[in-house]
């Protein structure tokens, strides 16, 4: 969740959606399921690469922090969880999925975050197959938490791996020892986790490619049923940043970073892994990450919890980025939300594409403009898109054409 939040219209008060929002064919059907993001804001230090939205202790002290308290976030975040039954009313769709991330949500007791998950069972119900995600860093969590969180009804959990070489950790400001994360794996799936990923990081400076080989066959080697693997992007205004301007660590290039997916798309495709989305990788569909797939399909979900962002039926909007005024809003028994927008029948075609199209699935061609046609013909043409699909009507990006997705994308939308 990035730090930065748009501009954007007012949130009424109470929250209240346009009539429209509510009733967005087909909003209420089983079609377009409804998930839950619910953003924890702690960490314990920060990372020199991180821009999202988290705060260590030390940051909140003396800036409200006792509504910001991690003592009584659970009870803070079921409050907007409870706002929300009453913002969708008689919507009733219970939620397929619940997304527990942060920050470092398990800096908090299991119990807490069983809790927060709690408060979405009473208030919306959980679907028979609803997904159940935390994620969790793997110097925060044991044997009992995981055995406690599976039995509070999580069935699907998510380990900030990043890398198993010490050097990168180091760079990355990573706290954990090689080797901890696969030991979650094996904790986790002996408390009963169906799902388990790993997330990894590439690119990071001084990473070889033989650092990155080591981390994926170290990952695999675990047995995890999913991996994400994302290129290390540097943002302004990190620790990360500003010691590569000062020359102490060297920047990656975009070779580099090419030459790396590369790698990933080849050991993780050998070891049974596929591709469905750009930077995620599954062993069967079962493993795929329902709650990103809410995202990448426009579905609707709600987002609980300081910056946290949520969509439902062409609404967006975005809640106060400071937990002490995220919880002095709720605690006034007003919204938290800071700003929304109402997007347009064009905004939407024009998502759909932008991430439809990094999807194994693809994007309709129907979604394309003449302009966007012409250009989906000379992405064929140069072996950017997959040739069957095509002729059935979608555009699915080829390894290639993954490589260069921003823009493949930026051509398909005018």
């Known amino acids: 969740m990035p730090s930065a939040l748009p501009d954007g219209e007012p949130v009424p008060d109470d929250g209240s959606l346009p009539v429209r929002a509510l009733y967005d064919p087909p909003a209420a059907g089983p079609e377009r399921p409804l998930g839950f993001y619910l953003h924890v804001p702690y960490c314990a230090t920060r990372c020199g690469y991180c821009d999202f939205n988290t705060y260590t202790a030390t940051e909140l002290r003396g800036s409200g922090g006792v509504l910001a308290s991690r003592d009584n976030y659970a009870a803070t975040l079921t409050d907007e969880i409870r706002l929300a039954r009453k913002v969708l009313g008689d919507d009733p769709r219970p939620a397929r999925t619940v997304f527990v991330g942060g920050g470092t949500p398990t800096l908090l007791p299991a119990a807490d975050l069983v809790q927060m998950l709690d408060a979405v069972r009473s208030e919306f119900g959980l679907a028979d197959d609803a997904e159940i995600t935390t994620e969790a860093n793997p110097d925060s969590v044991d044997a009992a938490y995981l055995s406690e969180l599976r039995e509070g009804g999580f069935n699907r959990i998510s380990f900030g791996m990043q890398s198993a070489e010490q050097h990168v950790l180091k760079i990355l400001d990573r706290t954990h020892t090689p080797g901890r994360p696969e030991a979650c794996v094996g904790e986790a799936r002996a408390a009963g986790f169906d799902h388990i990923n790993l997330d990894l990081i590439y690119g990071t400076p001084g990473e070889s490619d033989d650092d990155w080989r080591a981390t994926l066959d170290a990952a695999i080697g675990a ?45 993780l495709s050998k070891a049974g892994f596929s591709w469905y989305e750009v930077s995620n990788w599954a062993t069967t569909d079962a493993g795929r ?66 991430l439809e199209l990094r999807l194994s699935d693809g994007c309709p061609l129907s979604l394309l403009h003449p302009a966007g046609l012409a250009a989906a013909d000379r992405a064929l043409a140069d072996g950017l898109l997959e040739r069957g699909p095509y002729e059935r009507g979608c555009a699915v990006l080829t390894l290639r054409g993954r490589l260069l997705a921003d823009a493949v994308v930026r051509d398909l939308v005018d």
């Open 223 to 267: 047995g995890p049923d999913h991996v994400s693997a994302y290129a290390l992007i540097v943002e302004e205004g990190t620790q990360l940043a500003r010691r590569i301007r000062r020359g102490e660590v060297p920047m990656t290039d975009d070779d580099e970073h090419a030459d790396r997916y590369l790698i990933a798309e080849e050991t």
């Open 289 to 354: 990450c329902l709650h990103n797939e809410l995202y990448w399909r426009g579905a609707d979900w709600w987002g609980a919890g300081p910056g946290a962002h949520s969509h439902v039926g062409g609404v967006r909007w975005w809640n106060a980025k400071h937990p002490g005024a995220y919880a002095a809003a709720l605690a006034a028994g007003n919204s938290p939300g800071a700003g929304r927008e109402i997007l347009a029948e064009e905004d939407r075609r024009v998502e759909r594409i932008l």
